[in-house]
């Protein structure tokens, strides 16, 4: 039977992104997505192998969208290299639920590739070879992860912080007096914040 034209991979991907946006990445499945195209399963089948592959067309959807070409080289290279991971976070914070499914296909995704590629020659330039700049992208790729699901998954201004204001600071001075500054930090300050701290230890 042909395919109809109208099961395009962008289209498969969006609505598998939709269902993960809507229910979270455990509600990601072949019935689920095909039910959000109105098709059989089993139709759904003559698209895509498995849910491995439609996670990697929605890896792709939202990280293909992603600015690779290399932020202009006059500037420094810390600079450029805040631009690429800014463009990365933005792709992915608007989807934070997909953030485990870009570190699963990470070595597939045409778009993830590309912006590897871009970040290893801006650290080539600024002299970073070997070990070391297996080092800094994997710091690099291991902060963006993990501020995500920070900002998502306990943002500074959540329940969390409001809890830690309230232990007892005669047991937890430090952690009492730190939460109740950390409510007035927004969340790109946190980001661009700690992510200043990563790039001065990587020039170091």
Do not use: K
Not at 62 to 73: H, I, Q
Not at 119 to 124: M, R, Y
Not at 174 to 187: H, I, K, L
Request: aromatic residues 4%; negative net charge; charged residues 20%.
């Amino acid at each position: 039977m042909p395919r109809p034209r109208s099961l395009t991979p962008d289209r498969l991907a969006s609505a598998a992104l939709a269902v993960i946006d809507r229910e979270g990445i455990a509600a990601l499945s072949m019935r689920a997505v095909a039910h959000e195209l109105g098709v059989s399963t089993m139709a759904l089948y003559r698209y895509v192998r498995d849910r491995d592959e439609l996670e990697g067309l929605v890896v792709e959807l939202v990280l293909g969208a992603v600015d690779t070409e290399p932020p202009t080289s006059d500037a420094p290279w810390t600079e450029r290299i805040t631009t690429m991971v800014v463009r990365l976070r933005d792709a992915v914070a608007a989807h934070p639920a997909v953030l485990t499914l870009t570190i699963a296909h990470r070595h597939r995704s045409p778009g993830v590739l590309r912006w590897s590629e871009t970040v290893l020659g801006i650290l080539a330039e600024a002299g970073y070879g070997g070990e070391r700049r297996v080092i800094a992208l994997r710091c690099l790729v291991s902060y963006v992860n993990g501020a995500i699901q920070l900002e998502h998954l306990g943002p500074l201004s959540g329940d969390g912080t409001i809890a830690l204001t309230e232990l007892p600071p005669s047991g937890f001075p430090y952690m009492t007096e730190t939460a109740e500054c950390a409510r007035s930090v927004g969340a790109d300050r946190e980001f661009l914040g700690g992510l200043a701290v990563v790039l001065r230890g990587l020039e170091t």
